[in-house]
């Protein structure tokens, strides 16, 4: 079964680059019809999805998203990343990975706050 562990920091500093890993046991992210996205929910709202990084290592950025939004992989240690740069307030949300809709990671909160 697939199995997804997000981490990185739960704090960054307003304007600072907040990078996130997603690591992947019981599946391959370099699998040709996989999809593996990243998702946050910022607090008291919906959920956001932010792009998606295929296993072929093609990747989508959600448009709103793009001027600061970048995910990555690493295919010798089965991860992928996504980093945000300057990051505000606004980026404050628990932030999951996921395999397309079935398989989810349990969430990592992040704060951006000085």
Not at 21 to 44: E, K
Not at 79 to 85: N, V
Request: aromatic letters at 8%.
């Amino acid at each position: 079964q697939v199995q997804l562990q997000e981490s990185g920091p739960g704090l960054v500093k307003p304007s600072q680059t907040l990078s996130l890993t997603c690591t992947v046991s019981g599946g391959s992210i370099t699998d040709n019809l996989s999809a593996w996205s990243w998702i946050r929910q910022p607090p008291g709202k919906g959920l956001e999805w932010m792009g998606v990084i295929r296993g072929d290592g093609s990747t989508y950025v959600n448009q709103s998203l793009r001027s600061h939004t970048s995910i990555s992989r690493d295919t010798a240690n089965n991860q992928f990343s996504l980093q945000l740069i300057s990051v505000t307030p606004d980026d404050t949300a628990v932030y999951c990975c996921a395999l397309g809709l079935g398989y989810w990671g349990q969430g990592t909160q992040v704060t951006v706050s000085s």
